[in-house]
């Protein structure tokens, strides 16, 4: 005869094997500490005290039986065994809700959502998988700002941001999606003229396509400057699309996303350049309990989560 749990229903298999104690939301509780590394941060984003936050993650460690925590006086920094279970709580998260969309898509959100990203992204991953957003919640408006070099999450230019730079201040809750890689790409062309007379490692006499003046921040173009060594690029640009269109030309050169090179036809150089960025989704920490934005991001956290090795290269 089966056993019968406190609501008189079969144990199922699953239950059998659940640690005794252990509560369903003190992994919620786990990973948001594990996020921002303070109880405070993770209360904030939490709505809840500090001391109830504390409770919780000394249950969960009790339950499990595991140090999840070293308590530092800087803040809490996961254990190994803490680290090791990040991927099973996330999958519990994710589980939590797919659980909770349909309800979510039942109760007809409404309202605009704005969303700063990389015009790449925008494009080519955002874009093409809005029907299938649209059409779970065809109530809500989704603006798109792609020129993230003027948006400030904290002056509320935006709800959530797509990013590829950690930020290291203000209100906000981040959770990392995965990575951009990033290569050489030139035309099939410019490469066969290149491999004839080039060794591989040898720049001397590229052609390079490079960013502008005021994006000479970025990574690539400080990468490029010091491979050209005082020599001067073949052509600059402002945008992404523009240094695509010119290495499909035959102007020389890019460094571009895997994804969007090789979509495009061209053909790798160098592969591996060590400037693959990661994928950071940021939100305004107030607004983490939006129903409305949690749609968003928990859309964005699938997309990225589906073309993770088709971004990464």
Known sequence: MKKMNEFGKPISDYEKHMPRGWVWDDTRTFLAVARHGTLSSAAAELNLGIATLSRRIERLENALKLPLFVRQQSGYQLTEEGAGLIEKAEALE???????????????????VRLATAENLATALILPALPQFYAQYPG??????????T??????????????????RGNVTLRRLGSLGFGLYASPGYVAQRESHHDAGDFDTDAFITWGETQAHLPAAQWIERVLRGREPAL????????????????????????LAREAGLVGVVADIGLDQPIYLVIQTDLTQS????????????LLASNRERLSG
């Open 151 to 168: 948006v400030n999450l904290h002056r509320r230019d935006a709800d959530l941001a797509l990013r590829m730079v950690k930020p290291e």
């Open 291 to 302: 129903a409305r934005i949690r749609a968003v991001a928990d859309f964005l956290a699938a």
């Open 94 to 112: 994710a589980a939590a809700a797919a659980f909770t969309s349909g309800v979510s898509s039942a109760a007809q959100l409404s309202g605009r």
């Open 140 to 149: 809500i408006t989704l603006e798109l700002v792609t020129d993230i070099t």
């Open 236 to 259: 600059t640009t402002t945008s992404m699309a523009t240094q695509l269109a010119a290495a499909k030309a035959g102007l020389g050169i890019a460094v571009l996303p895997h994804f």
